[in-house]
């Protein structure tokens, strides 16, 4: 099943540069698992030593916030595509 | 000069040069502008403030800039008024106002802006940018027009037609976005990954950005003669205005510029409808679980406050706590204001003020504390929240006998 994430600027130097990757996986959490074992180093920087997803990084499936789904365990779909993206705070005002 | 040090992240420390960065690429934490305090205790001094201009500006030293070719409108120094009517009306003895909605766009981001394109300029990015619901997209729009630089300003399409008007006008490129103020964010994300060398002010440039809302702190200890109140009540969305007015009052006292160390207990306001944080508070968690917003006070819709973290630590550690109120206490703590202290604030205003008459009833905020309400918007900008309720007292024909005879009506009832 091909999945395509979008990688940020801050994670592009262990992607060598590259801003989307296709993965495969059943779930949202095998996909990452799958871009972490492609680039090493990415995984450490999306989960924390307990293996949740850092509380700064969201992600995004299909352009909806995994946290509103089923976290890490959300089903994904060919050819649906991921985005990680740094927490942004404020601006609504 | 400049007296930053670096961008150090909040989360793990490590430390970055002074660029457009606003996020570790370790943790993805925050980054917190670090100053060289010592340089500066030795260079800025109540007088040197006091002959500086009448603007964010005269706190320059405290600000992330080298230069001092500022964007500015002229944002800031805005009045504090006692607000002794508001107080009698809520049963505080020394309560003031910090009266944010006159700014140059009606709103506390002209300060926030003003900071944000100024260090743009000087790290040589051309475009301002940013994703908002409103008092953003003015201010943006505005300083941009005024700093000759391209503009686009991203904005869901089903917004009011006030807000779209108030930015179109200043030119630059307006772009509505079909979904909700969390799509336009994320998708901003996205894009400025994209074109690194724009300025979104809430994204890349945040960490200078943010910086701009210390001098809402600054400015209340100055106008209160060189000493920080007591007790602050604060309006929070992604929570970063909240932490930054904490920062401000304890880097006066770090640079030598308030004589005690300040003991600032810091609430926030929230709004019901849109209260994450306010919810951790309530049931004394550190997770702060995303919602989807539905209140009226849109200006605080965040559904995912990033510095709520922060927020939250602040709030617990200087004795403050969390309110949140519903739409219709927001309507009633907009006339409230208005009708005491002559201030027609925007729906956040109103999630102040409802939220500090809930803290004082709830033992709070106490009768004898000098307490400070922040009131960061303009009620011009919110209007449509207000149509269904407000309107004329009565309608008459062009006529004495028909104003006479409403007169009379309502003075014999008055008896």
């Known amino acids: 099943m091909a999945i395509t994430v979008r990688v940020p600027t801050q994670l592009r130097s262990l992607t060598n540069g590259v801003s989307e990757v296709t993965v495969n996986g059943e779930n949202v959490g095998e996909a990452l698992a799958d871009l972490g074992d492609q680039f090493p180093g990415l995984s450490d920087r999306i989960f924390d030593d307990s293996g949740a997803i850092r509380r700064f990084v969201n992600i995004f499936l299909a352009d909806e916030d995994v946290r509103f789904l089923d976290g890490p365990q959300t089903k994904v779909s060919d050819s649906q595509v991921i985005s990680i993206v740094p927490a942004v705070a404020g601006g609504a005002f | ?415």
């Not at chain 2, 909240?242 to 304890?250: M, Q, V």
Request: contains cysteine; charged residues 20%.
């Open chain 2, 1 to 415: 000069m400049s007296y930053v040090k670096s961008l150090t992240c909040k989360e793990c420390g490590q430390n970055y040069e002074a660029k457009a960065y606003h996020v570790c690429e370790f943790c993805f934490g925050p980054l917190e502008v670090s100053y060289d305090y010592d340089a500066i205790s030795r260079s800025i001094s109540r007088e040197s403030i006091a002959s500086g201009p009448l603007s964010i500006w005269r706190y320059r030293d405290l600000l992330p800039v080298e230069g001092s070719d500022y964007v500015s409108l002229g944002a800031g120094f805005t009045p504090l008024v006692r607000a002794e009517r508001l107080g009698r009306a809520l049963g505080l003895d020394d309560l003031w106002i910090k009266n944010d909605t006159l700014n140059p766009t009606g709103s506390f981001k002209d300060r926030v802006v003003s900071v944000a394109l100024t260090r743009a300029r000087e790290l040589g990015l051309k475009v301002a940018a940013c994703a908002s619901t409103g008092n953003l997209a003015n201010s943006v729009a505005a300083h941009a027009a005024w700093a000759n630089m391209d503009s686009y300003v991203f904005v869901p399409a089903n917004l009011e037609r006030a807000k779209i008007i108030t930015t179109a006008i200043y030119g630059g490129n307006l772009i509505a976005i079909d979904g909700n103020y969390d799509d336009v964010n994320r998708l901003c994300a996205e894009i400025a990954s994209e074109v690194p060398d724009w300025a979104f002010v809430n994204v890349n440039v945040r960490t200078y950005y943010s910086e701009g809302s210390k001098t809402l702190a600054f400015e209340v200890a100055e106008q209160l003669g060189w000493q920080s109140p007591d007790h602050v009540v604060v309006p929070v969305a992604s929570g970063s205005q909240l932490t930054k007015i904490h920062k401000g009052f304890n880097e006066l006292y770090r640079v030598g510029l308030l004589d005690k160390e300040p003991k600032v207990r810091i609430s926030g306001a929230q709004a019901a409808g849109c209260s994450p944080v306010a919810s951790a508070f309530d049931q004394g968690v550190d997770v702060i679980r995303p919602v989807k917003p539905d209140t009226i006070a849109k200006s605080l819709a965040i559904g995912n406050p990033a510095d709520g973290y922060y927020a939250l630590d602040i709030v617990r550690k200087t004795g403050g706590a969390f309110g949140s109120v519903s739409d219709d206490e927001i309507l009633d703590g907009i006339r409230l204001l208005a009708r005491t202290e002559g201030i027609f604030a925007e729906t956040a205003g109103g999630v102040t003020i409802a939220t500090l008459a809930k803290l004082v009833k709830a033992g709070v905020v106490q009768k004898g504390e000098k307490t400070v309400a922040y009131v960061t918007g303009n009620g011009l900008k919110t209007v449509e929240a207000l149509a269904p309720t407000t309107g004329p007292t009565i309608t008459v024909g062009p006529s004495l006998d028909g104003f006479f005879d409403f007169l009379n009506s309502q003075r014999r009832s008055s008896k």
